[in-house]
C-alpha cells in the first residue's frame, strides 16, 4: 500500500525477529504475524497519504518490544520553481 504513495518500507532484521518472537510467545500462526504488523504500522499508514513529504518509512525492534513509532525518513523540500 505505501508504495501507491512512492514511500519505502524497510523492516531491520532486529524488528523481523523481534516480530517473530512476539508470535511464538502469543502462540499465533500467519494471521498473528499480520496483526503484529499492523498494530505497528496503523498510525504512520494513516499519515501518509496525507503526507507528501514521506519518503521511507523502518520498522525498528523497539516499535515491536516498545510500541514506539516507526522512524520516517522525510523528502527533502523542492524550491517553488521546481515543482
Known sequence: MLS???VALEFEPSALAAI???AIDM???ARGLRSIVEDIMTD???E???DKSI???VITADCVQNGS???VYR???LSRDAS
Open 75 to 77: 523528502r527533502k523540500r
Open 27 to 29: 502462540e499465533i500462526g
Open 48 to 50: 501518509i497519504p496525507s
Open 20 to 22: 517473530a518472537d512476539k
Open 44 to 46: 504512520v499508514m494513516y
Open 69 to 71: 513509532r516507526p522512524v
Open 55 to 57: 519518503e521511507k518509512v
Open 4 to 6: 501507491y504513495d512512492d
